[in-house]
């Protein structure tokens, strides 16, 4: 009897030892359209490999994924239809859509208290709809404005503008320079790429404006709207900016080659600009950057893209715990130093994070750090956030055309405020 007693507990014994060793070996899909990108694969595919390398039993299938450009629909076709990579990267402006479509897993259960506690309130909430966490906050993308030291020497500029209307005056000061130079360029192309008609919106808070007014309805007509589109329109008319259609990608052609004397991007695109110049020696010397201002520095007036890791529901319950792990090395200090050591100026909203990577940084790094301290997060919430977007740049090239400003944002605000009501 007490063999057969001991027989039988020996098999309990091996039984759960299996059963633990196949709740630990599991597989995670995971995707990014950054893991389709040549430059950024490396930082991106190395973030999953230190954790697979720290988790041993766990692996990360990154093989899926699209570029940029067809990335989101991909992935709303997939999520629909039950068959995507458990976790995916998206941008904060995009999450409405899967909201939508109900395939989002609630990471409530999962998350541990101690990371939720290191974030900011704001990032929690952002990411939190009807109690339930739906997104894991990954990290944000700032922008500071870029600027041409040997452009502003040649106009006589000592120094930098320290209010939106000093950055107006000096681009034009600069734009007299010839024919071929810009004073100030506003990322807006039609249709090439999304999210750029946004690219306004620093421009609508420095004049004191915003996208929603406090009743939450559309915000494109008010006083201080029409001055910021009126101003828009004449750096425009004026050849200080150039003419709409450019992408971000042609501004940083542009001002790589010493066209333009301000614009801002990303800290991980310097490079891109770098590369388009005749010189890249010379242009690092001729390159600074600071917080875009706003009414008065140092209230800058620049946004934050907020970047999430969202699962679906075809994630099964049981390895959920795994996935958590993931999601929490993802967001920690470890991955956001590779970001960091990689130049692409990936912050967190986690306070641990950001005393740990960020306490000393060089120079460049330390402005967005700076400008991440008053960087406004988009207002992403409505479920057509996107196609407001596309209005705004739709607005924009008929301003370029010389239509009459109140008009064009009159059709532009009805048209969005049509879309909004209908959610």
């Known amino acids: 009897m007490k063999k057969f007693l001991a027989l039988v507990l020996t098999m309990i014994l091996l039984v759960s030892v299996s059963s633990f060793a196949l709740a630990e070996d599991v597989t995670i899909g995971w995707t990014s359209w950054a893991l389709a990108e040549e430059k950024l694969l490396p930082v991106y595919a190395g973030s999953a490999d230190a954790f697979m390398a720290d988790n041993p039993g766990i692996t990360v299938d990154y093989s899926q994924s699209n570029p940029y450009a067809s990335y989101l629909d991909q992935l709303l076709t997939a999520a629909s239809a039950g068959n995507a990579p458990y976790v995916a990267h998206i941008k904060a402006e995009w999450l409405p859509q899967f909201l939508e479509l109900g395939v989002l897993k609630d990471l409530t259960p999962y998350i541990s208290a101690d990371v939720i506690a290191d974030y900011s309130p704001s990032a929690i909430e952002g990411a939190t709809v009807d109690g339930k ?96 589109f009126t101003q828009i329109q004449k750096l425009v008319v004026d050849k200080v900016s150039p003419t709409v259609g450019n992408s971000f990608k042609d501004l940083r052609n542009l001002f790589g080659q010493g066209k333009i004397a301000f614009y801002w991007d990303l800290e991980g695109t310097v490079s891109a600009a770098a590369a388009a110049a005749p010189d890249e020696a010379k242009f690092y010397e001729d390159f600074g950057c600071f917080v875009i201002p706003g009414a008065d520095t140092p209230n800058g007036s620049g946004y934050v893209i907020n970047h999430y890791l969202v699962v679906f529901n075809n994630c099964p319950d049981e390895i959920m715990p795994q996935v958590a792990t993931f999601l929490e090395y993802m967001s920690d200090a470890r991955v956001i130093q590779i970001f960091k050591d990689g130049n692409q100026g990936k912050m967190s909203s986690r306070e641990s994070v950001m005393e740990k990577v960020f306490t000393e940084v060089g120079e460049i790094t330390r402005v967005y750090v700076d400008a991440m301290k008053t960087a406004r997060p988009l207002p992403v919430s409505g479920l057509h956030f996107m196609d407001a977007d596309k209005e705004i740049v739709n607005a924009l090239t008929r301003l370029a055309q010389g239509e009459d400003v109140a008009a064009v944002m009159a059709d532009c605000q009805s048209i969005i405020q049509e879309m909004y009501d209908e959610e």
Do not use: C, H, R
């Open 133 to 228: 966490m739906v997104a894991m906050p990954w990290f944000g993308n700032t922008y500071a404005m870029y600027y041409n030291k040997a452009l502003l020497a040649q106009a006589g500029i000592e120094t930098l503008p320290q209010s939106w209307d000093e950055l107006i005056e000096d681009a034009y000061k600069i734009a007299a320079l010839g024919d071929d130079i810009y004073g100030l360029a506003i990322p807006n192309s039609n249709g090439v790429e999304a999210g750029e008609g946004y690219n306004v919106f620093p421009a609508l808070w420095a004049n004191g404006g915003d996208f929603l007014d406090a009743e939450g309805k559309i915000n494109l007509t008010d006083e201080a709207a029409i001055k910021t």
